[in-house]
C-alpha cells in the first residue's frame, strides 16, 4: 500500500494562491491515479481534481476549472495542486488520494488517503 501525507495548507486571502503538495512513500507512487478533494464542514467530500499515473489525463471538478491546476512527479513520488484566484467557497480540508485505477473522479474508487491539510481563504 501506499502512505500519502500533504502539506501546504494555511490561511490566505481571497484572491490569493497556495500550492498543496502530498508526498507519498511505500510501493511505487507511479503505479496509482491520483487525485485531490476536499469537505468542508458539514459537506460532503468533493472530488477536486485527478491525474493519471503517467500524467497524460487529468480531470477538474466544475467549481475549480481554470483557477486549480493538478501535477505530479513521480521520480519525487509527489503529488501537487496549484490553486491560483482563490474564494472563500474553497475553505475546507484538501485530501490527497490514490487509486488503483488510471485515473479516478469518484470518492469510492480511491483506496489509500492522506489526513488532510486545511485550507482557509478568507474574504
Known amino acids: 500500500q501506499v502512505q500519502l501525507v500533504e502539506s501546504g495548507g494555511g490561511l490566505v486571502q481571497a484572491g490569493g494562491s497556495l500550492r498543496l503538495s502530498c508526498a507519498a512513500s511505500?510501493?511505487?507512487?507511479?503505479?496509482?491515479?491520483m487525485g485531490w478533494f476536499r469537505q468542508a464542514p458539514g459537506k460532503e467530500r468533493k472530488f477536486v481534481a485527478a491525474?493519471?499515473?503517467?500524467?497524460?489525463?487529468?480531470y477538474y471538478g466544475d467549481s475549480v476549472k481554470g483557477r486549480f491546476t493538478i501535477s505530479r512527479d513521480n521520480a519525487k513520488n509527489t503529488l501537487y495542486l496549484q490553486m491560483n484566484s482563490l474564494k472563500p467557497e474553497d475553505t475546507a480540508v484538501y485530501y490527497c488520494a490514490a487509486s488503483d485505477f488510471v485515473s479516478a473522479t469518484r470518492h469510492p474508487d480511491y483506496s489509500y488517503w492522506g489526513r488532510g491539510t486545511q485550507v482557509t481563504v478568507s474574504s
Open positions: 511505500g510501493r511505487t507512487f507511479s503505479r496509482y491515479g
Open positions: 491525474i493519471s499515473w503517467s500524467g497524460d489525463r487529468i
